[in-house]
């Protein structure tokens, strides 16, 4: 039980003490800003990399379920192309997050 209350009384207090020691001010940037584009790059490409493979995966269940079954074929596609919209959308996410960060 006193275990517990030191890690509990540990959280608190690096909870409380986080915005004291990790803010920067703009006359006091961040070390190693150049960071920020280099990783932004990466993200880009993980996201975009994720999303077309997502992309690729719900094309071809789509096209295996309208072979097997070619009369649900409209809510099929139906269903696909909110997929594909909503999948797309997490790169667009991603380059806006990206947009805000660096720009």
Not at 36 to 42: D, L, M, P, Y
């Given at each position: 039980m006193k275990v517990m209350l030191k890690m509990m009384m540990l959280l608190a207090l690096l909870l409380i003490a986080s915005p004291m020691l990790f803010g920067q001010t703009p006359n006091n940037p961040t070390a190693n800003g150049h960071w920020?584009?280099?990783?932004?790059?990466?993200s880009m490409a993980i996201a975009?990399?994720?999303?077309?493979l997502a992309q690729a995966k719900a094309v071809a269940a789509a096209a295996e379920g309208m072979a097997r079954n070619p009369g649900a074929a409209a809510s099929i596609r139906f269903a696909l192309l909110l997929g594909l919209v909503l999948i797309e959308s997490l790169a667009l996410y991603t380059l806006v997050i990206i947009f805000v960060k660096v720009g």
């Open positions: 920020v584009a280099i990783s932004a790059g990466f975009s990399g994720m999303c077309g």
